[in-house]
């Protein structure tokens, strides 16, 4: 991922709320253990995503790709009483090391980590969902927002990362993911159930609303 760095940038940073200790902590930790740094969702997208949450006050989130946990720390700070996120992911170690930072914060009890095949896991959740994160394998988003929608509340809404995908959405050779991506955000733009807005952040949110 090409993430956008100038001087605006910088200084949107720079006017941006603090993320806590330990997210801080989690982020530093990523980029000096890991190569794929770049997937977790950093400073200023983490606190956009706080945000929202704040602004819903969910009851269920569902996180379809957990990495680190970073997100999923992000849209805990937002639950409504008794509210939890619900985070899906099939990597064993990234997990470990999400669940011993949650560990250490107010939301440990409100973060359920299941490890599996999201495909699988979607279908057994039963309650209705007030916000998804899809932010996992690209070749899958379509199917990951057909396997949600109907459980999203009517007002729920849906966000999806990495739909600009560096840049590469407006080649005119794309790729596997890059055209996953492309029909994917040409799905959402098409479909009269919801309204929606792709904010140019990073590498670009589809911010969902269902009607």
């Known amino acids: 991922m090409i993430e956008i760095k100038n001087e605006l940038t910088e200084y949107a940073e720079k006017f941006t709320s603090e993320e806590s ?106 309650d209705p969902i007030d916000l998804v994160f899809i932010d996992a394998d690209k070749s899958d988003y379509s199917l990951y927002y057909d396997l949600v929608f109907e459980k999203v509340r009517k007002g729920g809404f849906i966000v999806a990362d990495n739909v600009l995908w560096s840049g590469r959405v407006l080649n005119a050779e794309k790729d596997a993911d890059t055209q996953a991506l492309h029909d994917f955000n040409l799905k959402i733009q098409t479909d009269d159930r919801v309204s929606n807005v792709l904010l140019p952040i990073r590498d670009g949110l589809m911010i969902v609303c269902k009607s």
């Open 21 to 126: 200790p330990v997210l801080r902590e989690l982020r530093e930790h990523c980029f000096a253990h890991y190569e794929d740094s770049s997937m977790l969702s950093g400073h200023v997208q983490g606190r956009i995503l706080a945000l929202i949450s704040k602004m819903i006050r969910p009851k269920l989130v569902v996180e379809i790709g957990t990495y680190l946990g970073y997100s999923a720390l992000c849209f805990a700070e937002g639950l409504a009483n008794g509210g939890k996120v619900i985070t899906l992911d099939i990597q064993e170690e990234t997990n470990r090391v999400a669940k011993s930072f949650v560990e250490r914060t107010e939301y440990k009890d409100a973060i359920d980590f299941r490890l599996g095949e999201a495909k699988d896991m979607i279908p057994q959740i039963s």
